[in-house]
């Protein structure tokens, strides 16, 4: 079964400060990707990577930026907290383009609080 | 802007009821539609999904009806169950996964 895992279930953190959200994958799935959850507007794509090293805008990508070193893992940093980002963040993967032989797989997401 | 609309954002059925879930999308390019269901504290999970040359699938209790032409689609629970109660997301892709708001499924025994 493939594993994506979220360092944080809950998280805090200041206006202005830089956070960091971690996430890993034990699949060997090329594909990952970051959404945030907000109610009322469903998941919305926030940065995807390909590959290692590659990154793709997705539908709302102002305030963040992401980091993939190695296929495992996928890092999601907002550069300075803003109120209007305490959201459900949500990381996922796949094998290779989503697709019928290749699912999302989701982790259970990081609840983060800008206070 | 959301480039897929479902409706309605929470419903209440009893046990053995219906349940129906419905999303309508504009663009002509999407490919793939699928469901993912999830429940408190997890993460969403893939539950069934349709291309647009299908008018139907079905698994289970859970079937997809397909309208290609209204670009319309929706998922049926049958014979619902309180396992069922759960968050449902209706997507369609277009090189990438384009998600709906989310319905809310409440199954009362």
Redesign the interface.
């Given at each position: 079964d493939v594993k994506?895992t979220q360092s944080s279930r809950y998280l805090v953190k200041r206006t202005g400060e830089k956070v960091f959200l971690e996430c890993v994958q034990d699949m060997d799935h090329e594909n990952m990707f970051w959404?945030r959850q907000d109610p009322?507007?469903?998941?919305?794509?926030i940065y995807?990577s390909y590959d290692v090293k590659m990154k793709e805008k997705?539908?709302i990508p102002e305030g963040y930026s992401v980091s993939r070193e190695k296929k495992e893992r996928f890092s999601l940093i907002l550069e300075s907290a803003s109120t209007n980002q305490t959201s459900m963040y949500?990381c996922?993967s796949s094998l290779t383009?989503?697709?019928?032989n290749s699912?999302?797989?989701?982790?259970?997401?990081t609840r983060l609080t800008v206070t | 802007q959301q480039q897929v609309k479902q409706s309605p954002q929470s419903l209440i059925v009893q046990k053995g009821g219906i349940s129906i879930i419905n999303c309508a999308y504009e663009n002509t390019a999407f490919d793939y539609f699928p469901w993912y269901q999830q429940f408190p504290g997890k993460g969403p999970a893939l539950l069934i999904a349709i291309r647009p040359d299908v008018s139907e699938k079905k698994e289970g209790r859970f079937t997809i009806s397909f309208n290609k032409s209204a670009k319309q689609f929706s998922l049926h629970i049958m014979d619902s169950q309180p396992g069922d109660s759960a968050t449902y997301f209706c997507a369609a892709r277009n090189y990438k996964l384009s998600f709906g708001a989310g319905t809310t499924v409440t199954v009362r025994a």
């Open positions: 994506v959404y009322g507007l469903g998941l919305r794509l995807f997705g539908d949500l996922a383009q989503t697709g019928p699912p999302l797989h989701f982790g259970n997401g | -």
